[in-house]
């Protein structure tokens, strides 16, 4: 069985899933805000609460374009989008992580740099790196000599540059490792969300647990999140917010603390339905129906012992309380020790021992 140790709780490829409500910006600056926002993810049943910790001067040049949907956010530039929410710094996000504390759910933040790598160290149980990270080698190694587990978002990543990502951490330090499916559109539409590639990830590392990390538009249902359980991702993180009605940012595709409520409502029904064992084999509510609906060898005709047994004399009723017709061949031939009358279940005490 494969498992993590994912802040409190031990995760494995069978476990109900470690949910993260990823906070990232979504809190615009406003450290109360960012608080309300632990709490309503707490509410909602998630195991983490993330943050994204980065400078807009460390992240992207002044002329690194966008690549979101502009209608719903319209900055083009990612340098001034990120500089509207990069204020926290150390203390707020130790701060955050008191509160955290406070309310018992793991606090996270992905780091874009290598100072926020350093002051998140203490505080987090295990480091989130950003999809756009995985081809970044030297930050690789930074954040895997921490001797931390690892979970690696892969979105618009080759297998090849995963398995280069896989072997930096490994050999810098980091022996646990999630890789998160993940489709780098924001947001993302349901057909390109691409699920199937959960179970791909599988095939490729069987030895790593795998999750999902989702930009699709919630719905009713959390069809995408639940689907994904589904197909095997244990760990599944989505944007958070407070108000999905806000323009701009993350606000657009993230769930709200009764979506996330939902899900988890969801999810619990889906492990009750599945049960707690792949392995074919009854289960203990089935035993009145494994003896009562079953069939045994029946008498159909009046028998005199010493007798042999011919398949004319015999039929097959419930209930599963006498000899299973699985052994009609081996009933065939022998000798009944007593008389019997028709309609009789028959027992293996009622037959010689052979023909």
């Given at each position: ?19 993260i409500a ?35 001067g ?84 930074k954040?895997?000599?921490k ?28 022996a ?11 947001p ?16 490729a ?6 999750g ?38 993350d606000h ?85 020790v ?8 028959l ?9």
């Amino acid at each position: 069985m494969k498992q993590v140790q994912l802040g409190k709780r031990l995760v494995t490829d069978h476990s109900a899933p470690y949910v993260i409500a990823e906070i990232g910006v979504n809190h615009e600056g406003s450290l109360v805000r960012a608080r309300e926002l632990i709490l309503l993810a707490k509410q909602g049943g998630a195991d983490a609460a993330k943050f994204q910790s980065y400078k807009a001067g460390t992240l992207a040049s002044k002329h690194s374009p966008s690549y979101w949907d502009l209608s719903k956010e319209k900055t083009t530039s990612q340098y001034e989008l990120f500089k509207k929410y990069d204020a926290f710094g150390p203390d707020e996000y130790q701060a955050l992580a008191a509160c955290c504390r406070e309310l018992d759910i793991d606090f996270l933040s992905t780091p874009f740099d290598d100072d926020a790598v350093e002051f998140l160290d203490p505080l987090v149980p295990f480091f989130k790196i950003a999809s756009a990270d995985l081809t970044n080698t030297p930050f690789l190694r930074k954040i895997a000599a921490k001797g931390k587990p690892v979970v690696l978002a892969t979105g618009c990543s080759t297998l090849g540059e995963i398995d280069e990502a896989v072997a930096t951490l490994r050999s810098s330090g980091c022996a646990d490792i999630v890789l998160l499916h993940c489709i780098l559109n924001y947001p993302t539409e349901n057909r390109h969300a691409s699920l199937g590639m959960i179970a791909g990830l599988s095939r490729a590392y069987p030895e790593l647990i795998a999750g999902y990390s989702d930009h699709t538009l919630p719905d009713e249902a959390m069809t995408p999140l639940t689907t994904a359980y589904l197909r095997g991702a244990v760990v599944l993180e989505k944007h958070f917010t407070h108000d999905k009605t806000l323009p701009g940012n993350d606000h657009y595709h993230a769930m709200d603390t009764h979506d996330l409520r939902r899900f988890i409502t969801q999810v619990t029904r889906i492990r009750e339905l599945l049960g707690p064992t792949e392995h074919k084999t009854p289960i203990a509510s089935e035993a009145p129906a494994r003896q009562n609906a079953r069939r045994s060898i029946v008498l159909a005709v009046d028998v005199r012992a010493g007798a042999v047994i011919e398949a004319n004399m015999l039929t097959y009723k419930r209930p599963g309380t006498g000899v299973s017709p699985v052994h009609w061949d081996e009933v065939i031939g022998r000798k009944f020790v007593r008389d019997l009358a028709a309609d009789h279940v028959l027992q293996w005490a009622d037959v010689t021992a052979s023909g």
